[in-house]
């Protein structure tokens, strides 16, 4: 079995208006040479599901996005993401803003193949009033509380960095969260996988490698191997996020053409090339919260 | 103590009371003043409190502000967001947060500010508020108390809810404490109207009036107490050695 794919084999696979959720949290272990291969293909019209940091300002200025739902969008140590309110500011994209842990029971019940989750989280806000089609549900037995009847988030595709895969899909994530991206993978119809090491079954360290097998190859589709392919979000333990890198992104919010043609549109080497190697981002210290 | 007492110690130590008595629970301080204060809770009245190394981690003893030699932490536990979201479900946690706008009826805003179809400001989300305010205590520090702070009308997206659907939230909803640049308060009024508790030193009562976009009550004419001296060596010496708190209020 060998599910190693090109940048192309991956978008050739993506089409106009699916549902794609990124993995990772805000600054941290998005699948990004994923998203900017997106950014570079005539893709269109999606409808993005994340714990948002530059995956989805990225796919904010290139126009991608037609419905966000999200709990946020943060670049962690910059608070605020500049595309994402520039975006939300000019009435580009729609949203569907639910809390954190709504994201995560909607991701749930997809993966559960459950109709929805109920939950009191969402009450007595405008979550409620911002997403009209949020339905309740009464408790059957004796208290008969009225809950949120949170809908399964059903994702076309998953995407997901991971620090080491093998060809078949077996996946690890090594740092010491692993967010929220079991459930990406299980709520979607295929999960595509960059990774930071692509190597053979038996490096992947038998039974002290597995506890950080998160979730198993068969929900995997394809696996890209992407050294460096969360840069400029960080990769626990592999590397920190990239400040200036970030503040940069950031800063082109104003004038994106400029960061777009020192940047974008390229080939993933390329890319890493071009924001100084990959000898320079593994050495970018983990962050200290 | 040679060096004067600064209005973030003051604030720190106001804020610590947010965690008193609260027991063996989560205690989640979001931004420099709330970390600190939480810290300061452990270190001198709830020594059970449970607290992360600001990432994944249940450390045994706060983590110090800035850069510090993690090799020293005391890892005694896991919370992985996900843990965080259990935890928090269940209601064994106390956060102190800091909301862009409140209004007369404990509601909180982070999300936008202006029409919500093409706000005038986009800010992060609700995040976790929706599940925050309806599962757990929380606790409220405000650097710049003012009119925009403290809003006349409804706030602009309600993120986290107000004492209107206390019942709700199957009893737990409670802002025990707001914390200010000019005074401290509770939302234990009459009719959960917002009070005065203290003021800080050198703040008068028309100040706060005049920085609050509503009514609130005044029945306290009490100074917010200095922070004593074994807290003062807590925040400077353990918790805050670089006086990144001094940063906040330009101190």
Known sequence: MDKLVSYQDFVDQLSDGMTIGVGGWGARRKPMSLIREICKSEIKNLTVVSYGGPDVGLLCAHKKIKKLIFGFVS???????????????????????????????????????????????????????????LEYVSSPYSDAEKLIAMPALKLDVALIHVNKSDEKGNTQIVGPDPFFDELFARAASKTFVSSEEVVSTQELGGKDGAIFNRF??????????APCGAHPTSCAPNYGFDMKHLKEYS????????????????????????????EAILSIPLPQF | ???????????????????????????????????????????????????????????SSPAP??????????????????????????????????????????????????????PKVQLLGVRGFPGNFINHKNSIFVPNHSVKTFVKDQVDMVSGMGYQNKELSNGKFEIKLVVTNLGVFDFNGA?????????????????????????????????????????????????????????????
């Not at chain 1, 198993?216 to 191997?225: D, F």
């Not at chain 2, 005044?218 to 060596?233: A, K, N």
């Open chain 2, 191 to 251: 009719n959960n109207n917002l009070q005065l508790l203290s003021l800080h030193p050198g703040v008068s009562v028309d100040e706060v009036i005049e920085n609050t976009g509503f009514d609130l009550i005044i029945s306290s004419d009490e100074t917010t107490p200095l922070p004593t001296s074994e807290e003062l060596s807590c925040i400077r010496e353990v918790l805050d050695p670089h006086g990144m708190r001094n940063s906040i209020f330009g101190e």
């Open chain 1, 216 to 225: 198993e190859r068969s929900l995997v589709t394809g696996v890209l191997h």
């Open chain 2, 65 to 118: 502000m800035g850069k510090r030699d993690i090799s020293h932490d005391q890892v005694e536990g896991y919370m992985s967001y996900s843990r965080v979201f259990e935890n928090l479900w269940g209601g064994k946690r106390h956060a102190m947060v800091t909301p862009t706008q409140i209004d007369s009826l404990g509601q909180t805003n982070i999300s936008a500010i202006g029409d919500y179809n093409s």
């Open chain 1, 75 to 133: 670049l962690d140590m910059i608070p605020l993401e500049s595309h994402f309110r520039q975006a939300r500011q000019k009435n580009e994209i729609e949203v569907m803003e639910l809390d954190e842990g709504m994201v995560q029971w909607g991701l749930r019940a997809a993966a559960m193949n459950l109709p929805f989750l109920p939950t009191r989280v969402g009450l007595g806000t405008d979550v409620l009033t911002h997403n009209p089609e």
């Open chain 1, 251 to 278: 800063e082109a919010a104003k004038s994106f053409d400029e960061y777009s043609s020192k940047y974008l549109n390229k080939t993933h080497q390329e890319y890493i090339d071009s924001v100084g190697g990959s």
């Open chain 2, 1 to 59: 103590m040679s060096e004067s007492i600064s209005l973030a110690e003051i604030c720190i130590s106001a804020s610590s009371k947010a965690w008193e008595g609260e027991g063996e629970i989560l205690a989640t301080g979001i931004g420099l003043i709330p970390r600190i204060a939480a810290g300061l809770a452990k270190l001198t009245h709830n020594p059970d409190l449970m607290m992360t190394d600001g990432e994944t981690y249940l450390i």
